[in-house]
């Protein structure tokens, strides 16, 4: 049975990337290195000392050359919407410089030429996992307080460039990750293993301002744009009904949503400060930081799904299953991925009306979908991936979407995660395929970087074209 269209007429559908993961051109146009020219295997390994040649990530899916190609084929999916990030590192080489690069601001120039040309409304994250290298290596990233000025300038002059032509912002990618993964999502070059908690949680701190101030900038310098926070949702359910694993579930879900608390409300919630204390953490806090977050709260809430996780009092019973960047206890309840990620739509419904409920904002589903092994193969000629268990994937997590806006969720959109095959985040694998369009381009770097239709290519066409009606339940 196909759903009858609930998704508003204005819904915003598309597709969603980051720099680091398609653009190649590491070292062009005057780029800098980043965080990401010393993780050539991810998270899955300590940094390096400096660029490898085992790094995909140099040449990734080099959209660097190749958006016109890749912008026109989203077009023909029937994309609104464009999620990309920009490579700070191409505006700021260093981080630190007084002036922008005017090559770097030139090439987005050019992208944006690209969505406008095709009526795609650009969606821009100002940090996703590529600090500038310089910033890590001397200030140890966003432990230090000077990264937040040099956040504001570098957000200041993508609104004076861009401000006119984008109307959708995120401040940094997935933020809660800090937690997690210090180096990829805060730049931090202290290893995780010797950070202090005090450390990790100032960095927590020293986004959260400049993101407030990054949202303060754009309504001086873009007064017509909108800014959202971005946050990894992972919604976290008892393992039983026991209160205990209910209150241990509600603690671990918390240190997620601390994080669009504080973007929504512009103040630490109770909770928060409880869990600061508790784990002897000493933040260097200023009036003017509690006055910044207070008065530049965001315009609307935008999240990744890929799973969700269980959780439980009883240390016992605690067997840990994969997670996006940190694992959650296993729900014996669901399937997973071929990298173990857990597969819940439902979970997804459940997110949209807790983040409704708890935030009143408009909700931005930013990042979903499935990374899977795919083979290529030729059918009339044409070669193409069958990727029915992506098509299955995307449908039934739109019918959840579907449902939640049903609920009475203001959902502004979705866009697809990797809706182009890329290089992933975590384990830097070429192999790990999210997209409609099958690269050519293999783990050990060989390919030709031609670019084919998946069968999921006409499927997601098909569903925007219908608002969603061509669905299947
Ligand atoms: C999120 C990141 C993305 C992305 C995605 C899938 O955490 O924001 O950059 O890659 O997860 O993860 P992976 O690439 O590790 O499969």
Request: net charge negative.
């Amino acid at each position: 049975m196909s759903t009858s269209s609930t998704f508003p007429s204005d819904f915003l559908w598309g597709g969603a990337i980051a720099a680091n993961q398609i653009e190649g051109g590491y070292k062009e146009g005057g780029k800098g290195l980043s965080i990401q020219d010393v993780m050539p295997q991810g998270i899955t390994t300590p940094r390096t000392e400096g660029p490898t040649d085992d790094n995909l990530k140099q040449v990734a899916i080099d959209f660097y050359h190749r958006y016109a190609e890749d912008i026109a084929l989203f077009a023909e999916m029937g994309f609104k919407t464009f999620r990309f990030s920009i490579a700070w590192s191409r505006i700021f080489p260093l981080g630190d410089e007084a002036e922008p690069n005017e090559e770097g601001l030139a090439f987005y120039d050019r992208v944006l030429d690209e969505c406008e040309k095709h009526g795609i409304e650009p969606l821009v994250t100002i940090s996703h996992y590529e600090t500038p290298l310089h910033l890590t290596e001397t200030y140890d990233g966003w432990v230090n307080r000077d990264l937040i000025g040099f956040y504001e300038r570098y957000a200041r002059a993508l609104f004076a460039r861009y401000g006119a032509r984008v109307k959708y912002w995120l401040t940094f990618n997935e933020i809660n990750s800090v937690l997690h993964a210090p180096l990829l999502s805060g730049g931090i070059n202290t290893p995780k293993d010797q950070l202090t908690k005090t450390d990790l949680y100032q960095a927590v701190h020293n986004e959260l301002v400049a993101s407030a101030l990054a949202t303060k900038a754009a309504r001086e310098l873009a007064p017509n744009a909108q800014v959202g926070c971005m946050i990894l949702a992972m919604p976290v359910y008892p393992l039983s009904p026991d209160p205990d694993d209910v209150m241990a579930s509600l603690t671990t879900e918390r240190t997620n949503l601390a994080f669009g608390d504080i973007h929504v409300r512009g103040e630490y919630p109770g909770y928060y400060l409880r869990s600061l204390r508790d784990q002897g953490v000493d933040l260097v806090v200023t009036d003017e930081d509690r006055a910044v977050l207070k008065e530049n709260t965001v315009d609307f809430v935008s999240f990744s799904y890929y799973v969700s996780v269980a959780e439980t009092a009883d240390e016992s019973k605690r067997v840990m299953g994969e997670g996006n960047l940190f694992p959650g206890v296993r729900n014996p309840t669901l399937k997973a991925s071929e990298w173990g990620w857990q597969i819940d739509p439902v979970g997804l419904r459940i997110v949209l009306n807790q983040f409704w409920d708890r935030w009143q904002k408009p909700l931005f589903i930013v990042e979903n979908g499935l990374g899977a092994k795919d083979e290529l193969v030729e059918v009339d000629g044409r070669k193409t991936v069958i990727d029915d268990y992506r098509i299955a994937y995307f449908n039934d997590h739109l019918v959840q979407v579907g449902e939640a806006i049903t609920d009475g969720v203001d959902v502004m959109g979705y866009t697809s995660w990797g809706c182009i095959d890329l290089v992933s985040a975590s384990t830097a694998q070429m192999s790990k395929r999210y997209g409609f369009i099958y690269v050519d381009r293999n783990d050990d770097g060989s390919g030709t970087l031609d670019r084919y239709k998946k069968k999921s290519f006409d499927w997601y066409a098909g569903v925007i074209r219908s608002n969603g009606a061509s669905l299947t339940r």
